[in-house]
């Protein structure tokens, strides 16, 4: 089983997370993060003061998929979110060793 | 289903064909306005709307900072709905009952129903129209109503609050009105209260106090509690209670001029005293003073002079504002952690206690060089009022006591007074009225999903709902 | 760059010259003030400054509270906006058109241009300062352009909403205003609109309706609209305006004294009752008696008793303010979703039906028996009342229709009425206002940078803008 | 310990038992009220309690939206301490010395100490209560001090505040008053300040900038401030101080009529005019209006109105509404700039600033038509005037640079004037008030703890305080 | 070494880190998130119109635990957050190849 | 490739990151979280009620390097956001196994 860490453009969401339920994954984990990488922060002014934050909103999706399907959501999240502009965000696969389903105890892969 | 909402119809319909239909508007024939002072008369409309304003928002946001933010929206709901409630029963009998001409200075009688008789000229021996006085009085009927619902917020069921409102301001209030503002026999002992220290703050005090203990503790209580969720909306409450606090207090002389203006005066004065005297405390007691201290203190001191307002110097209320703070200190640092109760926003340690020391403190600092209308107190040489006032304390305590119990008691007869644990648990925005007070999850802001074909699947959906067809 | 600087200097200066030289003074050589009444303008100054809190931050906050949380800057920029513009528009022009001497019963004319011969001493006929009816007066225009913008907040470009409240305020309201208020025809017909159900409430609810309908639905409606982000926010704005209401509607009778109580009177209870009715309907219907919808409902009430509120009895006010709230429930919940306009924040549902139910309901209910000055309605026997409030209903309609569709289309030969896609997407406050209302982040609380050298660079850096140089 | 407390007690019965012993209560014993006016009163309560609201909520808010979200309370807490430690100096000797009957132009003496001759009988000249006037007045000053917090907040130290307060008001403020407004040297020379443009304005903005200086930059300046953290706090806030501002300057009329309204109409439009113009300035030069600019373009309008509001033309009153914004929006975008101080919340750049401006123009546009009490300005024939009205800002800019300077050198002979590094790093709300404005981390709701033996221990456990034993 | 990343209803955190502090283990951060699974969103109206949100609040756990002694984590987590209903949430167990404590420089287990 | 899960005090935030930009990593995403260790929570006090909440303010940042800087970026961490008291967090570091770059579609180390 693999854990995606997926960061994309908040105004995404909703996109991507339509397009993994059309290949079967509802499963996920959503929350509101800032990012740093190429793309520059927006500046704001406030009474002639220019604040420059390079802390960019972003929402990060973590999703465990096992193993045979993970290419697959892969493409679906890309072609969700991608813009083609600077700061389309990144998906980062990691190893799940095990899974847990609180409610049932179920391990592995039927958790999903 | 659809028997239920023809039920509802009609009884909408015939309660408005009675509305129109079943007074006399003869109360109206006569609109001499012979004596009507419109100086007088600008500043009740302006205390009306002071006090409303007190009211609805801020009660409301001064309590709902305080609560935990899955109950903010139920919070404030309990006060939006006896704003409205307690304004409509007031209307219909509230009023007749406290200020009616009255049956042997018990009971106000029924004159006024549905402010009967009630029109645009001049109350007797006022100088401002009959019917803001009535609107006047009715709005300090439902703040004090709405102040109980701190006792009892984050459990109490919406529509046990909504029955309740009702019957404690028939039974509870009306009378108390009548007995020290409408003739009544209280009023005829000699106890003074000029804006309510009794009727108001002593009342809701103690049944906030006697509503907390029959509804029961939270579950939550004391170890697991909810910090206060946004100490702005309680800092704007709590200074949209002191601007309307002149209404309240200043309002109550019934006239613009010298009375007026000595009851602002020491309003602002004793308000300041509380605060500071509070802040004080803290910084002495605990290093650092904090800003619901701050204002909390305020407010102390502005619950303790309402019932002086119009009777003492203005040093003396330096003197009552700064003790109400000592006192109120006490009943919320010492007095609740020893007894254990679960009055949730301190409605008791604030408007109890205070109300309680504000009303002796009449009594001990009053003065007649102050209002000749008013009495001397201990301090002029008059120890007998001090008795007096303690009267009107132990009618206002056993009257909000048993008054508040039989209520709730047998309300409980007919349904539970509080919510199931599963509904406390998830909060009662949701679980009472299917809201939640903040969406401010930036993920929200996505653009619309690619496949609208199935809206209401997609993710963070929304649908036009189908109207009154779909439940 | 430097040119258009340049002209930019060039143009305010010449304005400024123009303000203080072009006009003779002598609009306040007779400051007699015989007439004035202290009371009287005392509570007419009382209503002006609550007729601004309703507005601002009144109204901007009861709007931006339902709006999604990266539009709530822009949202009150349009009240804001309108705020200053009309004031001085209506200093400039506007007045003199509404409330001058006029022409053929058809048009105020120019006398009162700049507040020419707008002075300090009493206004004809009344007993208050002809200088105050004109700000308040003002007032009114300027929150009843704003709250056209609830029906097209989250898409309409800054700069054609300003152009449209100039040109709004001076062909849709002047107009109106002098027909029903200011001695012109309407008037003559004997129509009755006490504190404006048409001038207010019917041109601002039509004329959002058509707005919406002209600039068209947001990109994300019906099915990804974004839920209210603050609700807090909407309950404080909606208290405002209830607060606000008293100077609107009581501050209409021009005068204190009985009067202005019938009105006060009339407007807490009719928007009490419409606030229980809605609250009992969504019980009823959806089991969820909300927030919103008590607050909706209260508003609801408070539009409807407005064009009646010096007409009628206290139990009429029950019955217009409680039904205002049926007709307004059916307007949000099934006609709307019927129609599928996007009437972003209902100003047609509450407004534009609540206004029309309160000129008809001013027909059914009126009383001389109230008010001598005013008719006898339906129930008094004078079902004439309710044809003649009808004829002034068709009016406004018409007028507010005909007038928006014809601004907004003139101003879209030159300029696209609403923002880009991109735009809408990134939300109107980053991306009209360059600001972001919240900034809570808590990893933005961290020391500086150890590079101070390079501080543009560092993160979350903020460096002192080179000011007007950079641009 | 124990005796540290014991020494609290003891001051605080003193303290109380001096007030209502130590003065004489003959002040009140001739309630004749002769030539009290109920109408013009009325206007003075209601101007009284509009100006306690803009200050509390209304500065408090401005100011807290404005800076980082650890900081809020604290910003709060310094408004909160001068509204009630000002209104209390004001009543035991501020008062006496800005208006009592005076010693040779230079002071105002004893008189009044403890509101001693301040009664419900008419003020000398006026038709309102002493008492009110001089409550009114007590809330200008409270105000004042407030102001100047902007300049220092996010690093002085509460205590530091809070006797700099009491020490500014006395040696600086109540001079300045009573040589303007109670009948010193200032008003002899013939210098026109109608509601304190210098008095308020230009003392409150200079002082805050020489706080500013002496206290010394925050560590976080220039390169890595906290933007604003709540706008919408800002704009209820700025909305606020608009509000109340009708009372502050159609109040200082100190009578309802002609003079009230002019100088209502002159606040609004000119505020209006300030708001429109920044909004073009920044439109021209930035691309994008603000919020942030919007409201301040109207409250630099508005201050600069204030010396000018009864003596000017509303004509007038655009062009001093308007060429303020321009004069402020360059004191912040550039001055700011390029000298580098530390004025936090721009007190100097709009006050300061704003005052001089708004004193100058008084003396261009000032006009005896408007007000025959006033004088004529340069605009109508009289050039000495604006000579007049340069001695009025000079002296304010000394007397506050001046005053300001002493005051907080003295105070830092005893005590640091600012809070640690570290304190500043983890935000003063925490650090000086142990307090959290927001606790909105969801987790928190979560249910009880199942070990309830221990709830010290358990995760986010409270438990109720053992009183003041555990201090 | 072992890091869970745990997801739970918000109302039964307290329960669940009282569960872990019971078996020793103290460290651990948690963040405010919203899940997307079987469970169904609520449904909000305001105004006639109705806001069905697929975004479910939850809390999320990440703790830092010894190979020997996740197992038993596991499932104290499980007794303390599983309420038997559809949204008890899940666990999931990744490798840690390395862990620091800042303030020292320790690394490996002795840093839990 | 390795994620870097490094758990900070708030203040120190913008430390940490410009301390990385300075050794050439300039990708990361940053959230706010509770902490809960060894490190006491503030306690508060309203009306006489104290609370005493053991969530502590931190900030997570999440940031993937390559293998052969991890070491570099650690140190570099730690430098900037010790203070040698307690509290001042953690580093965990896990493999990442795959990376993508939505934006271009490109995989691997290329992708940071
Ligand atoms: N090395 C990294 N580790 C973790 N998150 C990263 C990394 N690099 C980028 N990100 C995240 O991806 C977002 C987009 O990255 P950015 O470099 O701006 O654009 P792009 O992905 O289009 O190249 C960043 O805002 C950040 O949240
Ligand atoms: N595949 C997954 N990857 C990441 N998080 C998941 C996944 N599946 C579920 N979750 C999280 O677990 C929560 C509960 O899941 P859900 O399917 O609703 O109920 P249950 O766990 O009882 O089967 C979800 O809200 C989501 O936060
Ligand atoms: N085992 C763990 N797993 C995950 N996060 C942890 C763990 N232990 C500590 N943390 C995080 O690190 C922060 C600091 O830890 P703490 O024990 O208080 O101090 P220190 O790191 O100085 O020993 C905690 O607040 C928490 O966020």
Redesign the interface.
């Known amino acids: 089983m693999k854990l995606l860490t997926i960061i994309i453009r ?6 991507v ?3 993994l ?2 290949i079967g994954i509802n499963g996920m984990t ?1 929350s ?1 993060v800032r990012g740093q990488g190429t793309q520059k922060g927006v500046r704001t002014i406030y009474r002639g003061v220019e604040y420059q934050t390079d802390f960019i ?1 972003k ?1 990060k999706i973590e999703t465990a998929v096992s193993d045979d399907r993970y290419e697959q959501a892969i493409e679906a999240v890309m072609d ?1 979110a991608r813009t083609g502009e600077v700061g389309d965000g990144k998906i980062f696969v990691t190893d799940v060793v095990d899974a847990v389903r609180i409610r049932t105890g179920e391990r592995g892969d039927s958790v999903l | 289903m659809r028997f ?2 023809k039920k ?1 119809l009609v009884f ?1 319909t015939s ?2 064909l009675f ?2 239909a ?2 006399p ?5 006569e ?1 001499e ?1 012979a004596a ?8 009740l ?2 205390s ?3 006090v ?2 007190m009211f ?2 801020g009660l ?2 001064f309590y ?1 900072g ?1 609560v ?3 109950n ?2 139920s919070t ?2 309990y006060s ?2 006896s ?3 307690v ?2 029963v007031w ?1 219909l009998w509230g009023y007749s009952f406290a200020f009616g001409p009255g049956v042997g200075g018990i009971f106000g009688g029924f004159d006024f129903l ?2 009967q008789h ?4 001049a109350k007797d021996g006022l100088t ?2 009959h ?2 006085f ?2 006047y009085q ?2 300090f009927a439902a703040i004090t109503t709405a102040i109980i619902s701190g006792g009892v917020v984050e459990r109490i069921r ?1 529509s046990v609050w909504i029955v309740f409102s009702i019957l404690w301001v028939t039974i509870v209030y009306a009378p108390m009105a009548f007995w020290t503002w409408g003739g009544g026999w209280l009023s005829k002992l000699g106890g003074l209260d000029f804006a309510g220290g009794t009727v108001v703050h002593i009342l809701s005090g103690v049944s906030a106090l006697t509503a907390a203990l029959v509804v029961g503790k939270r ?2 209580f ?12 309680f ?2 409450g709590a ?2 209670l ?2 309307g606090w ?2 309240f207090n ?1 309002g109550s002389a019934l ?8 009851a ?2 020491t309003t ?2 004793a ?3 509380g ?3 509070w ?3 803290e910084w ?13 203190g ?1 407010i102390a001191g502005l619950v303790a002079i309402t019932p002086a307002a119009g009777y003492v ?4 209320s ?2 009552i504002g ?2 109400a703070s ?1 006192v109120c ?1 006490w009943a ?3 007095l ?3 007894l ?1 109760y679960d009055d949730t926003l ?1 409605v008791f ?1 604030v408007h109890g206690i205070g109300g309680i020391w504000g009303a002796i403190a009449t009594g001990i ?1 009053a ?1 007649k ?2 209002n ?1 209308a008013g009495a001397n107190g201990l ?1 002029y040489g008059n120890p007998g009022q001090v008795a007096t006032q303690a009267i009107d304390v132990l009618v206002a305590v056993l009257l909000a006591a048993i008054g508040t119990f039989v209520i709730l008691k047998v309300i409980s007869l007919f349904a539970p007074l509080r919510v199931t644990e599963e509904q406390e ?3 009662l925005d ?1 679980s ?21 074909q199935s ?14 067809k779909g ?1």
């Open positions: 908040p105004e995404k969401l909703s996109s997370t339509a397009a339920h059309e959503i509101d909103m929402n969700a | 239920r909402r509802w909408i309660f408005f509305c129109f079943a007074f508007l003869s109360a109206f024939a609109g306005n009507v002072d419109t100086g007088d008369t600008t500043w409309l302006v009306s709307a002071l409303m304003f609805m928002p409301a946001l709902g305080l935990g933010q899955r903010i929206l404030v709901m939006l709905s704003f409205v409630v304004t409509l209307m549905g402010f009630v029109g645009p000229e401002i129209p019917l803001i009535a609107i009715g709005l919406f579950r939550s004391p170890h697991k509690t909810l910090p206060p969720h946004n100490l702005v909306f800092l704007i200074m949209f002191w601007f002149f209404g200043a006239a613009s001029g010298g009375l007026a203006s000595v602002f005066a602002q004065i308000g300041s005293a605060g500071l005297v802040i004080f405390i002495a007691l605990r290093k650092k003073p904090t800003l619901v201290g701050g204002a909390t305020g110097s203005v040093l003396s330096v003197a700064g003790l000592v200190y919320l640092n010492v609740k952690a020893k254990q301190d340690g600092f003065s060089e102050v000749p301090l648990m998830s909060g949701i009472l009225h299917g809201e939640n007070a903040y969406n401010t999850f930036e993920g929200m802001n996505s653009e619309m999903a690619p496949a609208p809206p209401f699947a997609a993710t963070g959906a929304m649908a036009v709902h189908a109207g009154m439940v």
